[in-house]
């Protein structure tokens, strides 16, 4: 398909989107990502029947956690698409990078840089 | 297991203002069961600790231990030799662990990051409910296995009372009535006649009533 998304995303591939763990993306953000965000496979569809909604229930932790700390909510998200869903995929990562450009940069990168 | 729960960000943050070098100090033993105090907490508590540190352009001298248990001082022993270098010591175990820490290294701060709730059980992954008030005289088997001291909101000996509807207390429609459910396993059991039994008022020495307790056992005593 040859389609195109923004070559900031770094992407993490996991055997399923319940492996994700809290930790995983506070680390991402003490390491200075500006957003992190999970691409589970669609509700209901899960091949671990849960997985994702697990995921979905850790990153709400996380907005949480976040939010506790001062760092914008929403810089951490969850999608669903399926993995036929290529042009989902790139379109997800357009815009959640745009909010994130929108956001500016993680407060936590720009003390340090200070 | 005692059950405990995380305290507020806000409130740890403020704990650890202006204390450089931070140890977030978990513990192998119940806090770890009931997913509060253990190995993979203190990595949560400690990851947050420092994405704060960072974002306010501070450095994030955070660092991370479980020990085996804090209630024990042979685990706490362990630390005899970093334990002054911390600024201060954070632990997520129950009461007794920042307790112990305390005692141990007293010219170290010791703060508690959970708020020690109960004695109970997992009721399913991620609940858990009160079981056990530790009053000092259990009394269970009378009840049908139900603790009417732990689980009653009056800890009534003689029950129900008149807050007792549809088998919920008046304090919440979320709390079962433990009277009613005491009445209908002891129906089950076939030993509903038992209930009769008129009980004095308690005597509440053994519990908390009585002071701060201590258990001796004179064949281990060293």
């Known amino acids: 398909m040859r389609l195109q998304y923004p070559t ?3 992407i993490i591939q996991l055997p399923c989107s319940g492996r994700v763990d809290i930790l995983h993306i506070l680390k991402s953000f003490e390491d200075g990502a500006d957003g992190v965000y999970v691409a589970g496979c669609m509700e209901g569809d899960c091949h671990f029947l849960t997985g994702n ?6 990153v709400n932790y996380v907005k949480t956690v976040l939010a506790a700390l001062g760092v914008e909510p ?22 959640f990078t745009a909010k994130i450009k929108e956001l500016g940069p993680s407060p936590v990168k720009q003390a340090k840089a200070a | 297991m005692i059950v405990g729960d995380s305290k507020p960000l806000e409130e740890i943050l403020e704990m650890i203002q202006g204390k450089e070098k931070v140890l977030v100090l978990g513990c192998r033993g119940c806090v770890t069961v009931c997913n509060v105090g253990g190995e993979k907490e203190v990595g949560i508590l ?11 352009g501070l450095a994030p001298s955070i660092e991370e231990r479980t020990l085996e248990r804090q ?4 685990y706490i022993e362990e630390l005899a030799e970093v334990a002054e270098g911390y600024d201060a010591i954070i632990s997520i175990a129950c009461g007794v ?11 170290v701060p010791v703060y508690p990051g959970i708020n020690t709730t109960f004695i109970g059980g997992a009721l399913e992954h991620g609940v858990w409910g009160e079981r056990c008030q530790s009053c000092g ?17 009056k800890s009534l000996m003689n029950g129900p009372c008149g807050g007792s509807a549809n088998k919920k207390c008046e304090i919440s429609p979320d709390v079962d009535c433990i009277w009613h459910l005491i009445v209908e396993k002891m129906d089950a059991m076939g030993r509903l006649k038992e209930l009769e039994r008129v009980w004095p008022v308690k005597n ?17 005593k060293q």
């Open chain 2, 137 to 153: 005289n259990c009394l269970v088997h009378n009840f049908g296995g139900l603790c009417p001291i732990a689980r009653c909101s």
């Open chain 1, 74 to 95: 929403e810089r951490v998200e969850m999608f669903n698409m399926s993995s036929a869903e290529g042009p989902r995929f790139a379109q997800v990562a357009r815009e």
């Open chain 1, 53 to 58: 909604l697990k995921a979905r229930r850790k």
């Open chain 2, 97 to 107: 662990g920042p307790q112990f820490m305390s005692e141990r290294f007293p010219k």
């Open chain 1, 8 to 10: 900031n995303i770094k």
């Open chain 2, 204 to 220: 509440w020495i053994t519990s908390r009533d009585g002071g701060p307790r201590k258990r001796v056992r004179e064949d281990l």
């Open chain 2, 71 to 74: 209630c024990d001082p042979e």
């Open chain 2, 46 to 56: 400690a990851t947050l600790l420092r994405i704060a540190r960072k974002k306010a």
